[in-house]
Each structure stands twice: as structure tokens, then as C-alpha cells.
């Protein structure tokens, strides 16, 4: 199983990398650097778990492999935070310069066991609205019954 899945990993990962370049949302040498560390990391990854990881890992230094771990949600429930780690990021470092104290509330709420969009959402109705602001975001509004505006 270990190498059938790290067979399909990296067939993935290739695809996902030749459509970043074919849409120019990176350039052919980034893709190239990000392969390579893909491929410095592979030799150990046998599971989902270990799958997603990796792309963690390889996150922290290309941002462009945020869209693939999203879309790959590894097993999570469409409500369930890690599928919009990035957004719970990106609000928090949006909001964190007007209040401090909210962000931080904030990403302690996010990291809390048994914590989802929806609960998120309805503590932090700001949250929601920033979700919504974001086209990339529309499956959101069935799961949690809201409409954009």
C-alpha cells in the first residue's frame, strides 16, 4: 500500500505543479525548487498522514502548496478547521494589528480539540464574513446555510 500511495502522491503532486505553471501562479524554476523538496521528503511518506505532513512541511517555504493541501482536505470533514488553516492565518494576522488580544483568542479557539468552521463562525461572526469574502471559499456557504451577501 506505502508505494502504491507514494506512487499516486507524486503523480499528484506532478499535476498539480505543471497546472500552477500553465497558469502562471508560480514560474517553471519555483515549480522545479518545490519539486525538488518534494522529492528529498517522498522517501519517507507511506500514508495520508504522513502525506499531509509533508505538505506542511514543504508549506512553510512555498506557499503555493497551501491550494493542494486544501484541496486535498486528507481525510478531513468539510467543516473541520485544518480545511481552512490558511484563511484562520490569514484573519488572524489581518486583525491581529487592531487587536491583538482578539487574534490571538482567536487562534486559541481555531486550535481547540473538537473545534469546527461552524462553531468558529458563530463565535467569531467576523471570521464568517471574511470566509465569504473569498470566491475560493463558496462550497462554505452550503455546508454552514448562509448565502454570500
Request: one cysteine or more; hydrophobic letters at 40%; a negative charge.
Amino acid at each position: 500500500m506505502g508505494e502504491t500511495f507514494s506512487g499516486s502522491f507524486k503523480q499528484l503532486v506532478a499535476m498539480f505543479l505543471a497546472e500552477v505553471v500553465r497558469s502562471r501562479r508560480t514560474s517553471l524554476a519555483r515549480a522545479a525548487e518545490i519539486s525538488d523538496r518534494v522529492i528529498q521528503l517522498l522517501p519517507d511518506m507511506k500514508t495520508e498522514a504522513e502525506a499531509l505532513s509533508l505538505l506542511t512541511e514543504v508549506e512553510k517555504e512555498f506557499e503555493e502548496m497551501v491550494v493542494l493541501k486544501q484541496a486535498l482536505h486528507f481525510g478531513y470533514k468539510e467543516n473541520d478547521v485544518q480545511v481552512y488553516e490558511h484563511d484562520i492565518k490569514d484573519y488572524a494576522a489581518e486583525i491581529f494589528s487592531k487587536d491583538m488580544s482578539l487574534s490571538v483568542a482567536f487562534l486559541h479557539d481555531a486550535a481547540r480539540p473538537g473545534m469546527d468552521i461552524q462553531k468558529l463562525c458563530l463565535k467569531y461572526p467576523d471570521f464568517c464574513d471574511y470566509l465569504m469574502r473569498d470566491p475560493n471559499n463558496l462550497p462554505v456557504y452550503d455546508h454552514l446555510k448562509l448565502r454570500p451577501a
